[in-house]
């Protein structure tokens, strides 16, 4: 079954999901769904719509993530897929070019989990650790003792000196102001901001997987088309 096709009339998909017709409209309108229209302007609800409630009332309802922590964890869902649907189409189109030259070259797997795959790479500046946790509480205006509970929490990793010294860098610091924002001006707890940093690490790292297949890809072409060069200038003109 096509899982983006439109099936289920409101009354099913709420029972599927185990909730109110009411509770699917307003989630339409803080633009958490959106069911397509039949021509009848009947609101009609697809398999993957039906597969997205039902992780809105995990988060709801299991995590107790509000609405606005909900709408941040669907929009990095959202740009995750379509992260997975850009490096299918260049991996393709690459592929296709380089033909029958590489056939050897099998098709790169779908994009790891955050856990495998990261290449290796130098420390960039951001990621330099530089500040105690006196220093990075008073950046972002919390107290020490916050940064200890979400460390505790794993929504922070802070370095360790020889003398086993916290020690924070740039983008710790960049993470710490997300968390803040998202608990004090969006009202998100721990579990949905716990989620949201989660998939915003899972994004940035398929971002560096995409890239580094892509060039190596790329690369492979590169060296096919000068192979292909080559072996024209080899080959003897008649007379």
């Known amino acids: 079954m096509d ?16 909730m109110h017709p009411q509770t699917l409209r307003l989630y339409e309108r803080k633009g958490l ?3 397509k229209r039949s021509g009848g302007k009947t609101r009609l609800y697809s398999e993957r719509d039906v597969e997205k ?16 922590g ?30 029958e030259k590489l056939q050897a070259l099998r098709m790169p797997p779908a994009l790891p989990a955050p856990s495998e795959g990261k290449p290796k790479r130098h420390v960039p500046d ?16 919390m107290h020490p003792q916050t940064l200890r509970l979400y460390e505790r929490k794993g929504l922070i990793e802070p370095k360790r000196s020889g003398g086993k010294t916290r020690l924070y860098s740039e983008r710790d610091v960049e993470k710490l102001r997300e968390i803040r924002r998202l608990t004090q001006e969006l009202g998100v707890n721990l579990a949905g901001v716990e989620e949201i940093i989660r998939l915003r690490d899972e994004l940035d790292s398929q971002q ?3 890239e580094a297949e892509v060039a ?24």
């Open 3 to 18: 899982k983006d096709r439109p099936v289920y009339i409101i009354s099913v998909a709420a029972e599927l999901v185990d």
């Open 33 to 35: 769904i959106e069911p």
């Open 53 to 68: 409630l039902r992780e809105i009332r995990r988060l709801t309802q299991e995590l107790g993530v509000n609405l606005a």
């Open 70 to 99: 909900v709408e941040e964890i669907m929009r990095l869902r959202e740009e995750l897929w379509a992260l997975e649907q850009r490096f299918r189409t260049e991996a393709e189109r690459l592929q296709k070019e380089l033909g």
């Open 126 to 141: 951001k990621e330099r650790p530089v500040y105690v946790i006196s220093v990075a509480a008073e950046l972002v205006d």
């Open 208 to 210: 560096v997987h995409l």
């Open 216 to 239: 190596r890809l790329r690369l492979a072409l590169l060296r096919e088309l000068g192979s292909g060069e080559g072996e024209k200038e080899k080959t003897p003109t008649a007379g």
